[in-house]
């Protein structure tokens, strides 16, 4: 069965970065989809990043983060990271990992299509 464990949440400065990061146990093979979503209160909740795992290249952004936030993965220690530079009290949301297990040929931003998601990790950005 395919667990994630998200960590590295906080209370930062606007401008500051923090690393989050998801740990994923269970996964068989390569050919599937991790990506990031979040939820601020009152709203629905939104994606943010994903990667395809077995194409690291192939990522794909929010608008309202491209080019702050970069998602990688560490494929030795099965975690992907998200790099989140230049934060906003905007991005302040519980953040969440999710796995969609089949590669579908591309990255979806629809968390219907996720079938794994950890627990959250809270992301608070104080102006």
């Known amino acids: 069965q395919v667990q994630v464990s998200e960590s590295g949440g906080g209370l930062v400065q606007a401008g500051d970065s923090l690393r989050l990061s998801c740990a994923a146990s269970?996964?068989?093979?390569?050919?599937?989809?991790m990506s990031w979503f979040r939820q601020a209160p009152g709203k629905k909740r939104e994606f943010v990043a994903g990667i395809r795992w077995w194409l690291m290249s192939n990522t794909d952004y929010n608008d309202s983060v491209k080019g702050r936030f970069t998602i990688s993965r560490d494929s030795a220690n099965n975690v992907v990271h998200l790099q989140m530079d230049s934060l906003k009290p905007a991005d302040t949301a519980v953040y969440y990992c999710?796995?969609?297990?089949?590669?579908?040929?591309?990255?979806?931003?629809?968390?219907?299509?996720?079938?794994?998601w950890g627990q959250g990790t809270q992301v608070t950005v104080a102006s």
């Open positions: 999710a796995v969609q297990l089949k590669d579908s040929g591309a990255i979806n931003t629809a968390e219907r299509r996720y079938g794994v």
């Open positions: 269970g996964t068989t093979g390569n050919r599937f989809i």
